[in-house]
C-alpha cells in the first residue's frame, strides 16, 4: 500500500507540475504557431507545437473529463515506469553490474538447478563441520530435543553439564592464545566479578523502584565512563546509557543521531514533498557515511532504521583508515551520520575523527565514534607513556561513543556504554509510550528489561581496576602491541596491515599467491591458537588482551614462522577448516552465494 500511495502522490504533484507549466506556456509563448513554423520546420518548438495542434485536434470531441482521466492515467503510467526503472538502476548501482548480472544468470531454470545443487553440497559440508564440533564421535550425553520425562536432580545437571562443556575452550590465564574474546587481566578478577553478579541475580533496572542500588550503580558506570572522554576544556559534559554490548550501543547511537539530525532537518513540507515525487526509492533517505571496516552491526542499523549506507573503501593508500579527503568527496544533502573507528576491528587503526569531526560540525552532521574496543584504552594511553590520537568530546563534530565494558573494562559480557554529546541527541534513543493501557512506560535503550548483575559487576570492575589500574593495563597492552608488531616484521613474507593505534595488530601475506593466509591460520588453530579471519585483503589479527605476555607474543610469532613453512610444503587441495571457505569467498565475484552460506552456517548452528 505504501508503494501505491507513493505512486498516487508522486502522479498528484506530477499533474499538478505540468497544469502550472502549461498554464506558463500559454501566457509567455506565442498562441500562433504560425510565428514558430517561420523559423523552419525543424525547430524544436515548432515541433511540439505541431503535436500540440494534433492532440488538440484528436480530442476536441472528447468531454472534459475524459482528457482528465486520460492525463491521470497516463501521469500514473509514467510515475510507475520511472519508479521502476529507477528501482532497478539503484539495485545495479549498489549490487554492482556484476553482481546483477549474476543474479539474473542464476534464475534461468538450467542454471538455477545446478547452483542449488552446488550449494545444498556446502550446506551439508557445513551442518556435519558444525555438528562435528558439537557432539563428536561416541558423544555420551543424548541431543535434548525435547523437555525430560522426569526432571534432572542439580547434581544431574551439573554432570551433564561437565561432560558437554568438555570441548569448551579453557581460559588459561597468562598462557591463553585466544585473541580477544575473554578480557579478564586474572581469575581473582573474574571471581569477583561472579561474585557481585551472584548477588544481585534476581534484579531489574526497568523496576528501579524496587531496585535503587543497581539503578544507581546504572548511572554511575555511565559518569565513570563519560569522564574517561569528557572535554578536556569542560565546555562539553556527556551524557549516555549503559546497553547489552557494543552492538545495542551502535544500534541506540544510530537510531538517536538520525532523529536528531532528522529534528534540525525537519521533516517539513520540502522533504515530505521529495517523498512523494516517484525519484528514486532512497534519493530522501538519512544517509550514513561508513568505511568498509566500519563493525558489521552498522548494516544491521541501515537495515533497521531505513537509512542509506554510503561505503568507502579503505586500503593500503590510506594505511587502512577513513581520511576527511575521502569523506567529504561522498557527502550529500542528505548525509546524516558519519562513523569513525576507534580503533577498527579488523585493523586497529583510527580514523580521523578530528578531520572528519570538523567537516560535520560544518554541516551539521551526527558524528559517531566507534570505540567499543579502545574505549578504555586509548583515554589512558598518554598516561601510560604512548602518542596515539584524541578520542574526546573535546573534538568539534563528535556526537555520540561508544565503549564496550565488557572488553577493556574487564567486566563480565553484556554491559556496554554508549554516550552523546548532550542530552538533546540522547533524549532520542528513548521509546516513550503514552496511551498504552499498561500504564505509562518509557525504556531508554532497545531492551525493556535489563539485568542488574550484569551492571553490578561493570561498574564493580570499574571501582577495583581504577585510574592507575587502566593506566597500568594500557602500558602493559600497547607494549606487547609494538612487540607483536616489531616480531611480524622479522618474518619473511609477512606484512602488517596499517599502523595499529591499539592493541589489535593485523597482518597479512606480501604475495597472497606464496602464503596462503588462511591456511596458515587452519595451522595455527590446530596448535591452540585462535586469530580472527580477515578478508579483502585477506589476512589475521590478534587482538590482545591483558593476561597476554610477553612470552606469549613471543610463542606466537615462532608458531606463525613454523605454520607458514607447513603451508608452503602441505598438499594444495583437500584441507578442511576455513581456509576453503575464505578461499572460495575471495575468488567467487557472486556475493550472494557467499551470504547463502553464511546463512546455512548460522542455520546448522541453531538447529540440532
Not at 225 to 243: E, H, L, N, Q
Not at 520 to 542: E, F, I, Y
Not at 583 to 599: K, T
Amino acid at each position: 500500500m505504501e508503494s501505491v500511495a507513493g505512486v498516487v502522490e508522486g502522479a498528484a504533484v506530477a499533474t499538478g507540475a505540468a497544469y502550472l507549466l502549461s498554464k506558463y506556456l500559454m501566457k509567455h509563448l506565442p498562441r500562433d504557431a504560425a510565428e514558430l513554423f517561420k523559423a523552419g520546420e525543424k525547430d524544436l518548438l515548432g515541433q511540439v507545437y505541431k503535436a500540440m495542434e494534433r492532440m488538440d485536434s484528436s480530442m476536441k470531441n472528447q468531454p472534459p473529463s475524459v482528457i482528465f482521466a486520460k492525463a491521470c492515467a497516463a501521469t500514473l503510467v509514467a510515475c510507475w515506469a520511472f519508479r521502476t526503472v529507477t528501482k532497478a538502476s539503484d539495485a545495479t548501482l549498489e549490487n554492482g553490474v556484476i553482481q546483477t548480472i549474476l543474479g539474473g544468470l542464476k534464475k534461468i531454470p538450467g542454471i538455477s538447478g545446478l547452483v542449488q545443487s552446488e550449494k545444498e553440497k556446502i550446506y551439508k559440508k557445513l551442518q556435519d563441520q558444525v555438528y562435528g564440533q558439537r557432539y563428536g564421535d561416541g558423544e555420551s550425553v543424548p541431543k535434548f530435543t525435547e523437555l525430560p520425562a522426569k526432571p534432572f536432580t542439580f547434581d544431574e545437571c551439573m554432570e551433564t553439564i561437565e561432560k558437554i562443556d568438555s570441548r569448551d575452550e579453557k581460559y588459561a590465564y597468562e598462557d591463553t592464545k585466544l585473541s580477544g574474546a575473554v578480557y579478564f587481566k586474572n581469575k581473582e578478577h573474574a571471581d569477583f566479578q561472579t561474585k557481585v553478579y551472584a548477588r544481585f541475580i534476581a534484579t531489574n533496572i526497568i523496576h528501579a523502584d524496587q531496585y535503587p542500588s543497581v539503578a544507581r550503580m546504572d548511572a554511575e558506570l555511565i559518569s565513570m565512563t563519560a569522564s574517561m572522554v569528557k572535554d578536556p576544556a569542560g565546555k562539553v559534559i556527556p551524557c549516555g546509557s549503559v546497553t547489552s554490548g557494543g552492538s545495542e550501543s551502535i544500534l541506540c547511537a544510530m537510531k538517536a543521531s538520525r532523529d536528531w539530525w532528522l529534528a534540525n532537518n525537519s521533516y517539513g513540507l520540502f522533504r515530505n514533498l521529495l517523498t512523494t515525487l516517484p525519484w528514486r526509492k532512497s534519493s530522501n533517505l538519512p544517509e550514513i557515511i561508513i568505511a568498509d571496516s566500519a563493525h558489521a552491526a552498522y548494516i544491521k542499523a541501515v537495515d533497521y532504521y531505513n537509512l542509506k549506507m554510503v561505503t568507502i573503501r579503505c586500503d593500503d593508500t590510506t594505511g587502512f583508515r577513513l581520511t576527511a579527503d575521502a569523506v567529504k568527496k561522498r557527502i550529500t544533502a542528505n548525509t546524516a551520520i558519519i562513523v569513525c573507528s576507534a580503533p577498527s576491528y579488523p585493523h586497529g587503526v583510527f580514523d580521523d575523527i578530528e578531520g572528519i569531526g570538523k567537516l560535520a560540525a560544518e554541516r551539521g552532521i551526527a558524528v559517531h565514534v566507534d570505540a567499543c574496543l579502545g574505549g578504555y584504552v586509548i583515554p589512558f594511553a598518554k598516561e601510560a607513556g604512548f602518542d596515539r590520537p584524541a578520542m574526546h568530546f573535546g573534538i568539534e563534530g563528535v556526537t555520540s561513543m561508544s565503549l564496550d565494558t565488557h572488553k577493556y573494562g574487564l567486566a563480565h559480557k553484556g554491559t556496554s556504554v554508549v554516550l552523546y554529546r548532550h542530552k538533546e541527541i540522547r533524549k532520542h534513543q528513548f521509546t516513550s509510550v503514552t496511551d498504552w493501557t499498561g500504564g505509562l512506560y518509557i525504556s531508554p535503550t532497545m531492551a525493556g528489561s535489563r539485568s542488574g548483575a550484569v551492571v553490578a559487576a561493570a561498574w564493580a570492575s570499574l571501582l577495583t581496576v581504577g585510574r592507575s589500574g587502566f593506566v597500568e593495563q594500557t602500558r602493559t597492552l600497547l607494549t606487547l602491541a609494538e612487540k607483536l608488531v616489531e616480531g611480524l616484521e622479522k618474518i619473511p613474507g609477512i606484512r602488517v596491515l596499517g599502523k595499529p593505534d591499539s592493541c589489535l595488530v593485523a597482518f597479512g601475506a606480501k604475495d597472497p599467491k606464496a602464503i596462503d593466509i588462511h591456511k596458515v591460520n587452519d595451522a595455527m588453530t590446530k596448535r591452540g591458537w585462535h586469530l580472527a579471519s580477515l578478508q579483502r585483503p585477506a589476512g589475521l589479527h590478534m587482538c590482545l588482551a591483558p593476561s597476554h605476555t610477553a612470552a606469549m607474543v613471543d610463542n606466537m610469532v615462532r608458531d606463525l614462522e613454523e605454520c607458514i613453512a607447513e603451508v608452503k610444503k602441505g598438499p594444495k587441495n583437500g584441507e578442511e577448516g576455513m581456509a576453503p571457505i575464505y578461499g572460495m569467498a575471495e575468488s567467487l565475484p557472486d556475493r550472494h552465494i557467499i551470504g547463502d552460506v553464511l546463512v546455512a552456517y548460522q542455520e546448522a548452528a541453531l538447529d540440532s
